[in-house]
């Protein structure tokens, strides 16, 4: 019997950054593995799934915006690609996004935010309250005004894991149900990983951990990661047939200087989300944290307290000291890093796996994906280690 061929690629972390790298990888031909105890798992079990290019504009983050966008341009066909290989719908919609202001300050800001979103080329409305109310008729009567983005869509991240895990099996991934407890560097250069169950070497290797990247032992310190931890609590609720539609797009705001919004999906449920909590690596359901949630959503959608709470979830987004992904090649030979994306993780799916797979294959970045090299960053400080 012949022995299994060595992959090309093994992708330590098996969410969604690693499953479409792999998938990817393996479309070029690349023999390739995925190690992780549950692929599709991770964080985008609690994500909301905005694909939010526009609203999610930023001061200071112009050079990721425009990876935001590029990536955004391609779900359409992104979606319909996954569909069509697996048979799996991912809950791609196009339903936009309305963000609202509840209060002058609140008004003041948003009017900032659209002025900045025209300055950066974006196609954004903003309305009266009583548009935004006319166009969804759940919002509180205070509402001051809003921005409509239509080009901001949305997708369900746990079907979109499903199927990219699905995807993977397709064209051949081998998936190691396991854990990866060390990188193994022979001469200088990344050969593979020990694993729980054994040792798997490989011609190259993608880190695409998330929150937990910066925690493999045997990466040399200088090239170890710099992610870090950032704590969402995330409710689902269920809308009953008799209150459909309850909200016809996303809906969001900023409530006493926190982030919130509300996500409609076509199956009733209703996400509400998110908090930003930089607490390490707890990831507990707080009372507080549901309670804040619950009164800021309440505040734009007073119905949302006669919903059905169905879950309470937490999760750890992978964010870097610039809040972009690191993407490609470390300074050491056969490591590639695929993390630190932040709150943009299910937005930069499409264009990350291409990406990578592209710089597996040629050993060269797209250009959209080079200014966000791990290399931006020098010699990483090494991170808090597990106790």
Known sequence: MSSPRTPD????????????????????GLATAVVDPEPGGGAAQ???????????????EQTLLGLNLASARRYPEFAAELTELTGLDVGYRRC?????????????????????QRQSGLESEWLSGRECRRLEPMLAPGIRGGLRADGDHQVDP????????????????????????????????????????????????????????GRLAGVPADVLPAVRPVKGQVLRLAVPARCAPFLNRTVRAVVRGSQVYLVPRENG?????????????????????????????????????????????????????????????????????????YRNGVLLTPVTGDAMAQVLATGELPDEARPFTPRRFGAAALLEQPA
């Open 158 to 213: 746990r079907r979109l894991a499903g199927a990219l895990t699905a995807a993977c099996e397709r064209v051949g991934v081998v998936f190691h149900r396991t854990w990866a407890e060390r990188l193994t560097v022979v001469g200088d250069r990344a050969t593979g990983a020990v694993l729980r169950d054994g040792t798997t070497a490989a011609g190259q290797v993608v880190l695409a951990g998330g929150s937990l990247s």
């Open 9 to 28: 690629v093994l992708v330590i972390g098996g969410g969604i950054i690693g499953l479409v790298t792999a998938w990817r990888a393996a479309q070029r």
């Open 269 to 341: 449920e209703l996400v509400v989300g998110a908090t930003s909590e930089e607490l390490g690596w707890d990831t507990t359901v707080t009372a507080g944290g549901v309670y804040e949630l619950l009164r800021d959503a309440h505040e734009l959608v007073p119905g949302i307290t006669e919903l059905p709470l169905t879950e309470t979830r937490a999760g750890l987004r992978p964010g870097s000291p610039d809040n972009a992904p690191l993407l490609g090649p470390t300074e050491l030979p056969g490591l590639l890093l695929a993390t630190g994306h």
């Open 96 to 116: 936009g996004t309305l963000a609202v202001a509840l209060d002058a300050d609140d008004r003041t800001h948003l009017r900032e935010l659209h002025a900045l």
């Open 46 to 60: 609690v994500a909301a799934g905005m694909l939010a290019a526009v609203t999610e504009l930023h001061y200071g």
